[in-house]
């Protein structure tokens, strides 16, 4: 029987977390704002346009690809608009 180790820990959270469901749009961008942070913060940190973002925050589809940066970002924004709201 294997040990799980701290890395294959968290490769296990980020692809569950890739797979969970995002909050609605409105509520991204909600979020987005109590903490903040602009439409182009968030572009640089996941590595996308600001209109990609946008378009993100009036609409469901986020490709699979910067979902995983996406909703962990979205998860640290809440936190601080908890603190800051």
Do not use: C, N
Request: aromatic letters at 2%; glycine letters at 4%.
């Amino acid at each position: 029987m294997r040990e799980p180790t701290h890395s294959r820990d968290v490769e296990l959270l980020e692809r569950l977390r890739a797979k969970r469901e995002l909050p609605p749009p409105e509520e991204r961008r909600r979020i987005r704002q109590s903490a903040g942070a602009s439409l182009r913060d968030i572009a640089r940190e996941v590595g996308v346009s600001h209109t990609a973002v946008r378009r993100w925050e009036t609409t469901r589809a986020v490709p699979r690809e910067a979902r995983i940066a996406y909703a962990r970002l979205l998860d640290e924004l809440r936190q601080i608009g908890e603190v800051s709201g």
